[in-house]
């Protein structure tokens, strides 16, 4: 999978980090950490495309609660924390990008890839929101990267559920960090393949 | 509450209407019923913005499953319908308006809405997605037509629950029409009085 | 309504009562409020029978979460506290009374009171536990003292939803407290003119 | 492990059967594939536990939308089904054995066989009902069967979620085949060596 670079965040709490363990284990891909701050996460994903110069940007983050595997369809110019990042940053209401549009829709095949992550074996779909906190935050900036600077690249964002052992005796659902790799390798290798122009006329809307 | 329009649709599948029964019940504000269809619904729209010239436009539709009123935050620029309309229409993946923004920010003070339903008694939140059906498409058509003909007018979304009577023997949550209504009179005084930069700086926004 | 004994709870974080606001707009019953505590809560409930010399007992307790009123069905010999009570006692796998049979089912007609819940506009339904906390404790109580002292008394208990008030920034599902009261007017009303032989045969269970 | 039976179920509607292929990987164990039906599956039952003479049996099915692991705790003598069974029959309201006793609690030691699926890796939680459909059912049954014929048996019901391949687009929580295999081992070698006097003080009870 030449060509592809997909991004992990470091925990928001200093525990676990089942979402980087799982960009670990996706073969043939560059990886990039990102701290969990609002200041200083989109100045590591300059970096990390500068140096890996990459045709597909992958970002990851966790969104605790979901039980599958989620590609985010839309970015929105808007930072509204509800509690705070890892440098006690809380931003309300704030725009990502002063003067950007009010969003980017993600420019990965959005249903080709959840079809790759189910053809797989892994529950998947779309999300029409990736919140207002650090991912959406990510994610809107990669997509003013992309658009303003790197305009051959494709970029977008998926969401991972908690891993297993985050969630022991919580009732919560819960993904394998191997079976999350499996979906990521799935997404990463269509989204080289396929071009948001072939993507799949598939259902995937939301209702509300 | 002078020149407030708020809009109801009609029931989908030719049932029960509590969202057009709540919007009867808020004083002082002008009414208008739009199809649930796909074609048709910005046309009605338009006719009702045109014959009412208000300064304040709130779109009402129904989130079933949701337990609280949701002031809807983002109209994005595309319908991904997963069931039918009343028309028999589904569209996947096309745009609202083709050449539209990716997206419009609601022009009322959300959060300042929200702290009105609840000043009134009514559990009420920021939702980050109105989804990729017909109240997205309602709610991304009037944000356009603000936009590019109706500058100095105020509009946004509210989705609200089902109704008890619409859920009996579901265990859905449910809120009666008369306290939908009074989170609806709270939110369009609201709406009237405060101005987007005036809106409170409260937390509201989404992990994910 | 001659012859109810309702029964409510003190709040148990000395918060908000809307159960025992709730009992207090039933017409034409007795009430009785009772202590949220596992030392204390049984002796009280029968000092309120003796008082009262009742033909139908109804015990009401909170389930925060649940979307609808629910009548519950068993009641099982287990006092398993996963928080502790307001007097800070913390009883793990206790029976709640020694030597007592496993469980007691409701000798209210329950798929009856759902259906006069229903009939009168609240989403209700049956639920097959109680929990291991302090509503079980009393249900339980409530049954083996109609077992061992009082055959002739009918008796059961229902679970109410959070009020509005209590959940006006957590979208949680909630209902008035006046709608509350009507489902348990109706639910009173039920139990005392329909016999548990004499209950509807209507769907209301679960699958798991 | 020797001397323990586990049963599982026929698939209810003919497709996939994961709790079957669960049981299939847990090693050193008998196990019995019982029809999934109300007239028939307690003769089964009995019929493997005559066979196999076992000092433990577990028995296990499918909670689809829970995300854990579950361990039952009570089996109420309740037939109350919400939709009909294999073979059409959906009783409603009436004993699983005429003239048992309510309920029986699990002999197996229930906290710690959650604390042991927990150890390997596998949320898990006890559940306070196991419903009114086949699983209760069966599970009284087994209960009745020990409490009656095989008191020196120790029983028990374990509920598994639904496996990825059963949710692939539908947002549900579900569990890889594997894992539940991992829980089941580690929940049988606990039932095997851990009586229920010896159980673990271990939180586990539920609020409602």
Not at 25 to 50: D, K, Q, S
Not at 51 to 62: I, N, S, Y
Not at 127 to 133: D, E, I, K, L, M
Not at 157 to 167: A, D, I, R, Y
Request: with cysteine; glycine share 12%; charged share 15%.
């Amino acid at each position: 999978m030449k060509g592809v670079l997909i991004t992990g965040f470091e925990p928001l709490d200093g525990g676990a980090n089942p979402s980087w363990e799982a960009i670990g284990l996706v073969p043939g891909v560059r990886t990039a950490l990102l701290p969990c701050a609002f200041g200083g996460t989109l100045e590591h994903l300059r970096a990390a495309v500068a140096e890996h110069d990459p045709a597909v940007v992958v970002c990851v983050g966790q969104a605790g609660g979901r039980p599958d595997v989620t590609v985010e369809r839309v970015a929105v110019n808007l930072d509204d924390a509800c509690i705070p990042d890892r440098a006690g940053h809380r931003p309300i209401d704030e725009p990502v990008v002063r003067g950007g549009p009010a969003a980017y829709f993600s420019t990965l095949p959005v249903k080709a890839c959840v079809a790759a992550a189910r053809a797989v074996g892994v529950p998947a779909s779309v999300s029409q929101s990736a919140g207002t906190f650090l991912c959406n935050h990510l994610f809107y900036g990669l997509m003013h990267l992309i658009a303003t600077e790197r305009p051959a690249v494709r970029g977008g964002f998926v969401h991972v559920p908690f891993s297993p052992e985050q969630v022991l005796g919580e009732a919560s659902p819960s993904m394998p960090v191997a079976m999350v790799a499996q979906a990521l390798t799935a997404i990463a290798t269509t989204a080289v393949s396929v071009s948001l122009g072939g993507d799949l006329r598939l259902v995937g809307g939301s209702l509300h």
